[in-house]
């Protein structure tokens, strides 16, 4: 599967990292990574990254495990956010699937009107009109009622709404574990066949 990533302006940048460690083969052939001018700060700020590519597979990531055996490495390209003529601006273009994560509710604001004024967006409009799956990790506390009808408009429109809000079922040790579960849960809606994180096997008996 090829895949457009797109990290935006909102916090939980960590996400982003963990995920494209775990996007590897037989599951996913290449990564089209696109990082929002906000996008660059909030790494900065956050994971101490001073250009996109320094989130590319396949370092460890603070306290989030590792993925074992260690991935290896796949084709990942990065597009340039202003730039409207990419080739992944097309629905010609053949990649099969788009994760943003984090999504900032601005963003969802603008994929919800269909207001295409960057390849992020570009990109998640042209995700919608050839059905191909959209998968907006929304991270924003608390929703107002704008937010919450932009995201019934894109679910509605066919998008995967999957919030930051990880469960604590598991156990985590540590935030590592939590990150995994937001992976986990991306890594499910793209049918993916990779453990990150213990599914839920129900409640032990005593």
């Not at 306290?63 to 202003?82: F, G």
């Not at 099969?96 to 009107?113: D, F, H, K, N, Q």
């Not at 995994?180 to 993916?192: A, K, N």
Request: charged share 20%.
């Amino acid at each position: 599967m090829e895949l457009v990533v797109a990290v935006t302006g909102a916090s939980g940048s960590v996400y982003a990292r963990r995920f494209l460690e775990v996007a590897r083969e037989p599951h996913c052939s290449k990564v089209n990574l696109i990082v929002s001018d906000v996008g660059k700060q909030v790494i900065a700020q956050e994971l101490g990254i001073k250009k996109p590519e320094e989130l590319l597979p396949l370092g460890a990531l603070g306290v989030v495990s590792k993925v074992e055996p260690p991935a290896p490495t796949i084709p990942i390209s990065i597009h340039d956010n202003h730039d409207l003529l990419s080739p992944i601006a097309s629905g010609s273009a053949r990649w099969e699937a788009m994760v943003i994560v984090p999504c900032s509710a601005g963003t969802l604001g603008r994929i919800a009107s269909g207001h295409s004024d960057s390849l992020i967006t570009r990109a998640a409009d042209v995700a919608l009109k050839e059905r191909r799956p959209l998968i907006l990790v929304l991270r924003e506390t608390p929703l107002s009622q704008i937010h919450i009808r932009n995201m019934l408009t894109l679910c509605e429109a066919g998008a995967v709404i999957l919030p930051a809000s990880p469960a604590f079922y598991h156990s985590p040790k540590d935030v590592g574990g939590l990150v995994d579960f937001i992976v986990q849960r991306i890594c499910d809606s793209l049918g993916w066949d990779v453990q990150v994180c213990p599914p839920w096997r129900g409640a032990s008996s005593s």
